[in-house]
């Protein structure tokens, strides 16, 4: 039976928590082209997420198209260390609002930010987060830790599907659903302190 992928719509707009991190990179003056690469989005979406922090006043200056001609990627440690940031903000927020372990958390994160994701790829997603010093996992832990999550998810009546001999997914409606799950988890975070005026 041949398995059926999901089709991007490429019309998903860029969460709340994806366009903060967004803006930190921007900030610290990480070109438009390598954050799309990050985030996984369209260059022009990008621009114009940072064009939005410019007009707020988040960011003082337009941050460089791309780097330099000639300079391999990696050598840039901020995008590399935002990347890191950005993904693991991502499965704390996934464990903190879904109150998931930290395995489901790391793979909830990874479904909702692709169209599909294999098998192999949720195994590698277990296989960094232990310990270097132990055997590795039977490939067939993904499908006991999807199990679990599954049960999980739906107290929030989100669902996984499975694409056969390939992996799961999460439908865009259900990706869209998390997404303004954790948009709202995150804004109920944000706490205001108030400015004490100070007597001169």
């Known amino acids: 039976m041949a398995k059926t992928l ?6 998903e707009p860029i969460p709340v928590y994806e366009k903060a991190i967004i803006g930190r990179m921007a900030y610290e003056g990480v070109p438009i082209r390598a954050i799309a690469r990050v985030v996984k989005h369209p260059s022009d979406e990008v621009r114009a997420v940072v064009n939005d922090a410019l007009a707020n006043g988040a960011i003082i200056e337009f941050p460089p ?3 330099p001609t000639g300079e391999p990627r990696n050598a840039h440690t901020s995008a590399v260390a935002f990347k890191k940031m950005y993904e693991e903000d ?6 903190r609002f879904f109150n998931i372990p930290p395995l489901q958390a790391a793979m909830l994160a990874v479904l909702i930010r692709r169209d599909q994701v294999s098998r192999e790829t949720l195994h ?3 296989e960094q987060r232990r310990k270097t010093n132990k055997e590795d996992t039977d490939p067939k832990i993904v499908d006991v830790i999807i199990c679990n999550m599954r049960k999980n998810l739906a107290k929030h009546d989100l669902t996984i599907r499975t694409i056969w001999s390939y992996g799961y997914c999460m439908e865009p409606d259900m990706r869209r659903k998390a997404n303004a799950l954790l948009e709202e988890f ?5 706490v205001t302190v108030p400015i004490k005026r100070v007597e001169t």
């Open 6 to 11: 999901p089709v991007a719509t490429g019309d």
């Open 65 to 67: 198209e791309d780097w």
């Open 90 to 95: 991502l499965v704390m927020l996934c464990k």
């Open 124 to 126: 590698n997603v277990v």
């Open 186 to 190: 995150l804004a109920s975070l944000v």
